[in-house]
């Protein structure tokens, strides 16, 4: 660091939060590709329902399908905010 | 046996065409008969970077269209013997494309003996694109260290392991290159830029060649001759390697580093 460089406006460092996203949307969008077009319609749709009952993020909802042998697994998580826990 | 390479990134901007012609004209070099398509038809570029705007007469659409044989759209680069540019289109629209006149063209360009064909695709992932990648054998994914340009490319990745004549005969996969251009290594040092090894780990899959942000790429354009042309610049020195580790020679990575500073301008900034 530059004795002038609190001087000038210099950018924050910001590739450590590049990072962080891509790794995570990188992850969600492998996770859907080569499945059914109606994942990304039935993620959101079902993100409405569970709203309905539960204030959760837009990004609590994952739904992946994962094929196994032979037949192919629908995998649904939600991820409840803190203070939900609990209250069923 | 003709091996085909498409050059794509998804994004625009990235330097697909920039290294199609350096790729191009580094595999020409090696004695390679080569050939270089332009498939972003409506927007003509390549004819450009390679310096042979004003010898085009026929272009890739005439040829799929029977308009001119292949032999008088292809045109000879005047630097090297065995290196041809075969033009885009600036006229018609990307629907003149299809893909039985696609795979003509290749098939003639394997009857005439050509040892590569660098396909160089429009951005973006529709007909013009799709084209550029379904009859590769290698793909060479332009990516710059940036949000939009990575998450293009893990997009494109998907599609040449699906949506490619490879993958839907089963016939083993495109082989996939990573190439990072616009790398700026103060910029990584400083935390600003995604670096090699981020990029690497967020896509899965290691680098090919990495390009340095280069001054002479854009003097290179200006004056249409293929940077990888201009040996005395890094950028030309790192298609070069990255000629070389294509036709499966190792070469370490270089221009990875910030240059060092004195201490003046470690003090003052610089």
Redesign the interface.
């Known amino acids: 660091m530059g004795i002038l460089d609190f001087l000038r406006n210099k950018p924050a460092p910001s590739a450590n939060i590049a990072r962080e996203r891509l790794r995570i949307i990188v992850a969600q969008e492998r996770s859907t590709r080569g499945g059914p077009d109606y994942l990304p319609l039935l993620r959101s749709e079902l993100l409405e329902v569970i709203r309905k009952y539960v204030h959760v993020e837009p990004d609590a909802v994952n739904v992946s399908l994962e094929s196994d042998s032979g037949h192919d697994v629908l995998e649904l998580s939600v991820a409840l905010p803190e203070s939900e826990r609990g209250h069923g | 046996m003709t091996e085909i390479i498409v050059v794509t990134s998804g994004k625009g901007g990235v330097g697909k065409t920039t290294t199609s012609a350096s790729l191009a004209t580094g595999l020409a070099q090696r004695g390679k008969k080569v050939a270089v398509i332009d498939f972003d038809v409506g927007l003509r570029n390549l004819d450009l970077i390679m310096g042979c705007e004003r010898r085009v007469v026929y272009d890739f659409i005439n040829v799929i269209q029977g308009e001119a044989s292949l032999k008088q759209a292809l045109i000879r680069d005047k630097r090297l013997d065995n290196l041809y540019v075969l033009a885009a289109s600036q006229t018609r629209d990307k629907d003149a494309l299809n893909q039985e006149g696609v795979e003509k063209v290749l098939d003639d360009l394997e009857q005439n003996d050509f040892d590569y064909v660098v396909c160089d695709s429009p951005a973006g992932i529709e007909k013009g694109a799709h084209l550029a990648m379904y009859f590769a054998d290698h793909a060479v994914v332009v990516v710059n260290p940036?949000?939009s340009s990575?998450?293009d490319s893990?997009?494109i990745l998907?599609l040449l392991a699906?949506k490619t004549r490879r993958a839907e005969n089963g016939n083993g996969e495109v082989r996939q290159h990573l190439l990072l251009s616009r790398y700026h290594p103060v910029r990584?040092a400083?935390?600003?830029?995604?670096?090699v090894t981020?990029v690497e780990e967020?896509?899965g899959l290691s680098v090919v060649g990495v390009i340095p942000e280069s001054e002479q790429v854009l003097a290179a354009s200006n004056a249409g001759v293929p940077v990888i042309l201009d040996e005395a610049s890094a950028a030309g020195q790192a298609y070069l390697d990255t000629v070389a580790r294509i036709l499966g020679e190792e070469r370490p990575l270089r221009f990875l580093d910030a240059p060092r500073k004195g201490i003046l301008?470690?003090?003052?900034?610089?």
């Not at chain 2, 400083?190 to 670096?195: F, P, Q, T």
């Not at chain 2, 301008?265 to 610089?270: D, E, I, N």
């Open positions: 940036e949000v990575v998450r893990d997009r998907g699906s990584v400083a935390g600003e830029m995604l670096s981020d967020i896509l301008k470690r003090m003052f900034g610089g």
